[in-house]
């Protein structure tokens, strides 16, 4: 990941970025104000420092997702205007389809600013601000970025586990059988984490964690770009929201 303005930004600056963009999607259901989110998250995307291949990665999902949406929005909403496609019990017409066309652009403009801006948010930086700025339990927090931490560790001992398993025939044979080693496999592995739970206690418990007067080796800081990135967004939110009122679009979800 390229280090850019946003990957340089606080965590908690891009938890609210993403927020604020969300809202000028949010509080309206047309295409104009989440059109326009919509297409300054894809001009910013290479300002959050991920190539076509990684975006690719972590958004192939949201066009299926929002397309079932729009789907069901086209053939549930009111029918208004002409008619485009009557076949049997399907029917369009101009204004569901055009609602469709809302809540497709409308999913994707709520979803990417959220998936995008928290891939490019390390852990530990977001357990700093979180505990220095927010004052949260610092014991609590930091258990939360050991737990996340340690996931991927018994993700990878319950394939070895798995493996080792089923190269001594143990794995395999009758539902039942296979049942007994489900369990077996699982009972080890709970007995795995409670032996690194305990040992990560100690040494949370040597490192003074939770006792008053902790200094921080990594302190975390707000700056000026910080405080650029969250008017750029806030300019695009208000955008959003000015534009669908001059076009005649905005349909507020309350009210």
């Known amino acids: 990941?390229?280090?850019?303005?946003?990957?340089?930004?606080?965590?908690?600056?891009?938890?609210?970025?993403?927020?604020?963009?969300?809202?000028?999607?949010?509080?309206?259901?047309?295409?104009?104000?989440?059109?326009?989110?919509?297409?300054?998250?894809?001009?910013?995307?290479?300002?959050?420092?991920?190539?076509?291949?990684a975006a690719a990665k972590r958004l192939w999902f949201l066009p299926a997702g929002a397309?079932?949406?729009?789907?069901?929005?086209?053939?549930?909403?009111?029918?208004?205007?002409?008619?485009?496609?009557?076949?049997?019990?399907?029917?369009f017409t101009t204004g569901s389809l055009s609602a469709a066309a809302a809540i497709f652009l409308r999913a994707l403009a709520l979803a990417i600013p959220l998936i995008v801006l928290a891939s490019t948010i390390d852990p530990r930086d977001l357990s700093d601000a979180l505990i220095q700025h927010l004052r949260l339990p610092e014991v609590v927090v930091v258990s939360v970025l050991a737990a996340s931490r340690l996931l991927g560790?018994?993700?990878?001992?319950?394939?070895?586990?798995?493996?080792?398993?089923?190269?001594?025939?143990?794995?395999?044979?009758?539902?039942?059988?296979?049942?007994?080693?489900?369990?077996?496999?699982?009972?080890?592995?709970?007995?795995?984490?409670?032996?690194?739970?305990?040992?990560?206690?100690?040494?949370?418990?040597?490192?003074?964690?939770?006792r008053p007067g902790r200094t921080w080796r990594r302190r975390s800081h707000f700056g000026i770009r910080d405080l650029v990135v969250v008017l750029i967004s806030l300019a695009v939110c208000a955008l959003a929201i000015v534009a669908a009122h001059l076009l005649g679009t905005w349909n507020p979800i309350i009210g």
């Open 153 to 210: 560790l018994l993700v990878s001992e319950w394939q070895v586990l798995s493996m080792a398993r089923r190269a001594r025939g143990v794995a395999g044979g009758s539902l039942l059988r296979r049942t007994h080693s489900l369990f077996s496999g699982v009972f080890v592995l709970l007995v795995v984490s409670i032996r690194r739970a305990t040992t990560l206690a100690m040494a949370m418990e040597g490192r003074a964690f939770g």
């Open 67 to 91: 397309l079932l949406a729009a789907w069901g929005t086209a053939l549930l909403a009111e029918k208004t205007g002409p008619v485009v496609v009557d076949f049997g019990p399907i029917l």
């Open 1 to 53: 990941m390229r280090s850019t303005l946003v990957v340089r930004c606080n965590p908690l600056t891009k938890i609210g970025v993403a927020l604020i963009l969300m809202v000028g999607a949010l509080l309206s259901i047309d295409l104009v104000s989440a059109g326009v989110v919509f297409v300054f998250c894809l001009l910013a995307l290479p300002a959050t420092g991920l190539d076509l291949s």
